[in-house]
């Protein structure tokens, strides 16, 4: 096998396989590997640095094969070869696939996990989700007991930890004022469906005004609701011509810019930065998830104890946080204390296991 880069070197160029396989492994230790002729890789990190304007570290090592045939693609190139529709497009394909398929380890790792890990994860993420909501509430009333409890609160470990495992929800946000997605609008009636989960997705949609509701299962559960003008929805089933993930609603009457993939090209000539932001946000979020592996292996590898004699440490910063906002709801009554008392409760209702 041939080592091209590993994990936390530093980033100077993309490359292109000619011809063979490569071997994509993380820090955690989970890999996958694909095959193939004129694939370029190694790109999310330059487009993290072109961004920062500051070189980033690799977060996967890649080999190839010994019989692969791979050159390297100055990064100062980079830029460039995206802007063109060809080059583009298949650059975020690569990155589209390559998150698939780190999403999918990171799935096996969660669902690898025992009751009582699972359990520990929970209470990190939603006492990390507590504590920012705290901040959030802080600077908005500007009461000095939620500044003190967050304080408190984020010194913690478990915070740092909760923070690691929250989904980053990255999104790709363009300035809609561009006559190439004027001649694209399509305009929504309220409870107007926009497509369907399980559908194929061969359209991206691009929010001018309005709201669109995000609902999956065949219940139709909603999930979120979208109303930010410039976001992209649908890029990953586009890139990957995979069928939807959820069904899309109209929710007030919304005009979204639909990109069909016939109109990409039309697209990519008037807006040169296209697949660079979309590209950019997928790299945002294949960083993450390898940060999520590599957090959980550390996790692992740090508890040797038989699983009866290890004390939660999150759930016990969880406990801890509830009855210091208990107690401090006797000595203030405020509502938004009352508030976040009633998210602790909704928190223990959705306990796993």
């Known amino acids: 096998m041939q080592n091209i880069y590993s994990i936390h070197d530093v980033a100077v160029n993309a490359y292109l396989l000619e011809r063979g396989s490569l071997t994509f492994t993380m820090a955690g230790g989970e890999s996958y590997s694909v095959t193939g002729a004129n694939l370029i890789f190694g790109i999310s990190e330059i487009l993290l640095g072109m961004e920062t304007d500051i070189l980033t570290n690799r977060f996967q090592t890649v080999t190839a094969?010994?019989?692969?045939?791979?050159?390297t693609i100055p990064k100062n190139n980079l830029r460039k070869f995206m802007e063109s529709y060809n080059v583009g497009f298949n650059m975020d394909k690569e990155m589209a696939l390559s998150l698939k398929e780190i999403n999918k380890l990171l799935e096996k790792r969660l669902n690898s996990m025992s009751d009582r890990e699972k359990k520990s994860h929970f209470f990190a993420k939603e006492f990390?989700?507590?504590v920012n909501f705290l901040n959030e509430e802080f600077h908005k009333k500007r009461f000095p007991v939620l500044k003190t409890?967050?304080?408190e609160a984020s010194n913690s470990l478990t915070y740092m930890y909760g923070l690691s495992l929250k989904q980053v929800v990255t999104k790709t946000i363009f300035n809609i004022e561009s006559e190439v997605f004027d001649e694209l609008h399509r305009t929504y009636k309220p409870e107007g469906v926009v497509c369907k989960q399980g559908q194929s997705g061969n359209e991206l949609y691009i929010i001018v005004n309005g709201s669109l509701g995000v609902y999956v299962g065949d219940d139709l559960k909603e999930i979120d609701?979208?109303?930010?003008p410039g976001e992209v929805i649908g890029e990953m089933s586009l890139l990957l011509g995979e069928p939807r993930t959820a069904t899309?609603?109209?929710v007030t009457e919304t005009i979204l810019t639909v990109v069909s993939k016939d109109d990409l090209k039309e697209?990519?000539?008037?807006?040169?930065?296209?697949f660079i932001k979309i590209g950019l946000t997928l790299s945002k979020r294949l960083r993450h998830s390898c940060r999520i592996l590599e957090t959980l292996k550390r996790k692992v590898d740090s508890e040797e104890k038989p699983e009866s004699l290890i004390v939660d440490p999150h759930h016990e910063q969880f406990t801890k946080l509830e009855r210091a906002v208990l107690s401090a709801f006797n000595d203030h009554d405020l509502p938004i204390l009352e508030e976040i008392l009633n998210m602790f409760q909704t928190i223990r209702d959705k306990i796993p296991g």
């Open 267 to 274: 697209v990519a000539a008037n807006k040169p930065d296209f």
């Open 225 to 228: 609701v979208i109303s930010t």
């Open 149 to 151: 409890l967050f304080e």
């Open 65 to 71: 094969s010994d019989d692969s045939v791979y050159r």
């Open 128 to 130: 990390a989700g507590v």
């Open 248 to 250: 899309l609603k109209a």
